[in-house]
């Protein structure tokens, strides 16, 4: 868009937007350069050096590596439901809970630890038909199972 100014016309949405609405019939969308750019010649110079100045260093990075480009007809070929059969790198952390403190982040870790264990036993007995109190937490079962759940600890 930078490189050859353009424009795109788009026409008013017929599923999300009512007849008659105050949304225009279409909109003309102008791309390209603004404004307040001195000097466009320099900047578009500048603009393509650092293009080809990338792109050389993927073709190399991409030769170096020993992979190619699937290219225009080689993404047409391919099935729309295909999916990636490798698998990306997973962090090492889970990112339940965050904190600035590796101890605040530790106790954190340590209470969600005791309330699944807690949760796991009663969810057990009560699921064994026995009179059991849930944990502190526990949401989804007392809103909609009426199970008894005891009171959080007062700090």
């Not at 930078?2 to 909109?27: D, F, H, W």
Request: aromatic share 6%; proline share 7%; glycine share 8%.
């Amino acid at each position: 868009a930078m490189l050859n100014p353009t424009s795109i016309v788009v026409r008013r949405s017929k599923q999300c937007c009512r007849a008659g609405g105050s949304l225009p019939e279409e909109v003309t969308l102008e791309l390209g350069l603004p404004p307040d750019i001195a000097d466009v010649g320099a900047f578009l110079c500048a603009l393509r050096e650092r293009v080809a100045a990338e792109e050389e260093r993927l073709a190399t990075e991409r030769r170096r590596a020993g992979r190619g480009v699937l290219g225009r007809r080689g993404v047409l070929q391919q099935d729309w439901r295909s999916r990636p059969t490798s698998h990306g790198p997973r962090r090492g952390l889970r990112p339940r809970v965050a904190a600035r403190s590796v101890w605040a982040r530790v106790e954190a870790l340590q209470r969600n630890r005791a309330f699944i264990e807690a949760y796991r036993a009663a969810r057990a007995a009560w699921l064994a038909g026995l009179s059991v109190v849930f944990p502190p937490g526990t949401y989804w079962l007392r809103r909609f199972a009426g199970v008894v759940v005891a009171e959080p600890p007062r700090a």
